[in-house]
């Protein structure tokens, strides 16, 4: 089991940064690539961005490309999301998660979820 916990979500007006956190605990032995999703009202959940376990290989929806940046810290048990020049069409719930293929952007290949975190973009 791995165990994902975001952080960081909140109200920022268009333009404005935001930083998104997951701590992932638990089975992170065995090294899996972390991802970002968001899931706005009557969408689908969609991917935004992910980073490999062994070469921190980055992927990206065409959507965020230039403004979002997903990284990861030195010890590789928390990632980040850092979204600047925020669009009122990227307001969503924004969830991490963990996958144990690699590459993964696709959310099937995605094992386990963190509980989300609202990010509101207002115009």
């Known amino acids: 089991q791995v165990q994902l916990v975001e952080s960081g979500g909140g109200l920022v007006q268009a333009g404005g940064t935001v930083r998104l956190s997951c701590v992932a605990s638990?089975?992170?032995?065995?090294?899996?690539?972390m991802g970002w999703f968001r899931q706005a009202p009557g969408k689908e959940r969609e991917f935004v961005a992910a980073?490999?376990?062994?070469?921190?290989?980055?992927y990206y929806a065409d959507s965020v490309k230039g403004r979002f940046t997903v990284s990861r810290d030195g010890g590789k048990n928390t990632v980040y999301l850092r979204m600047n020049s925020l669009k009122p069409e990227d307001t969503a719930v924004y969830y991490c998660?963990?996958?144990?293929?690699?590459?993964?952007?696709?959310?099937?290949?995605?094992?386990?979820w963190g509980q989300g975190t609202q990010v509101t973009v207002s115009s």
């Open positions: 998660a963990a996958a144990f293929r690699s590459p993964a952007v696709r959310r099937d290949e995605y094992s386990y």
């Open positions: 638990g089975r992170t032995i065995t090294r899996p690539d």
């Open positions: 980073i490999t376990w062994s070469t921190d290989s980055t």
